[in-house]
């Protein structure tokens, strides 16, 4: 896809992977919506682009609450008259704990934003594009999607629920020019690496940190998964932990 002139909302873009796809676009010279519920770090990163010559916008929203994402999408199609790519990223891990220890209102709201945050963009996104003959979601999911990792009940659970949504939505509206793909990036050197390393739970918080991925590289892989190129991978999720997926999406080899 050629990005001159098309509009890109993500979700979560106050750092990490959001930031990183949010900035890698508006480079593209899309006209990119940061969405997330830091209202100042989002208008913080939209100034800068600007200044730059860039066009991006800010809004504020909380993916678990329906109304917010649909105020976010009702109003990137009054400024812009469309959406052409919503990346689903807002994601939460913590709290970590073992399922009884953990809290259930916390975990309730993990589910809230992971599970809930990916069906309301889903949900309000999707007829813009229908209406306009097509566009992209990419879907930001993980390994632990088909894993089962200690203390992360909350974040396998959700994870594999999204991978259900990212199916079915597939299923429900490929014909009409809908493109919907999961991305399972590996580990990420964000912030929610560093929880998962202050945990001290399951094998991923043991790893160095030379072994996450720069969440350049998932900006990258999501460019990538909006091209024609790409197809063969809709409905499900896209790796970026094998050579081959690397290879596709661009990106240097997995270390020996």
């Known amino acids: 896809m050629i990005f001159k002139g098309k509009t890109v909302v993500v979700t979560g873009a106050s750092r990490g992977i959001g930031e990183a796809t949010a900035r890698h676009f508006a480079a593209l010279g899309a006209h990119v919506v940061l969405a997330a519920r830091d209202a100042r770090r989002i208008a913080a990163i939209a100034e800068e682009l600007t200044a730059k010559g860039l066009s991006a916008c800010a809004w504020q929203t909380d ?14 199609v009054d400024e812009t008259g469309r959406i052409d790519l919503l990346v689903n990223n807002a994601g939460m891990i913590d709290p970590i704990a ?38 992209t979601v ?18 396998c659970s959700t994870k594999a ?3 259900s949504l990212t199916r079915v939505a597939d299923k429900e509206y490929r014909g009409t020019g809908v493109r919907v793909i999961g991305l399972s990036p590996g580990t990420v050197a964000t912030r929610m690496q560093e929880q998962i ?5 399951n094998p991923v918080s043991q790893l160095d940190w030379s072994a996450h991925i720069p969440p350049d590289w998932v900006a990258q892989a999501i460019e990538w998964l909006t091209t ?23 990106l240097p080899p997995m270390r020996a």
């Open 63 to 76: 993916v678990a609450s329906a109304s917010q994402v649909k105020s976010l999408i009702d109003a990137t």
């Open 98 to 135: 073992p399922l009884g220890e953990s809290d259930p209102e916390a975990w309730g709201q993990v589910v809230d934003v992971n599970l809930k945050g990916v069906y309301h963009g889903l949900r309000y996104a999707i007829p813009e594009m229908v209406a306009q003959g097509g566009g």
């Open 138 to 155: 990419v879907n930001i999911s993980s390994g632990a999607a088909t894993s089962a990792l200690e203390g992360w009940s909350h974040y």
């Open 161 to 163: 629920a999204v991978l």
């Open 197 to 201: 390393r202050f945990s001290g739970i």
């Open 228 to 250: 024609t190129a790409a197809d063969a991978y809709l409905g499900t999720d896209f790796s970026l932990k094998s050579d081959e997926g690397r290879r596709l999406a661009g």
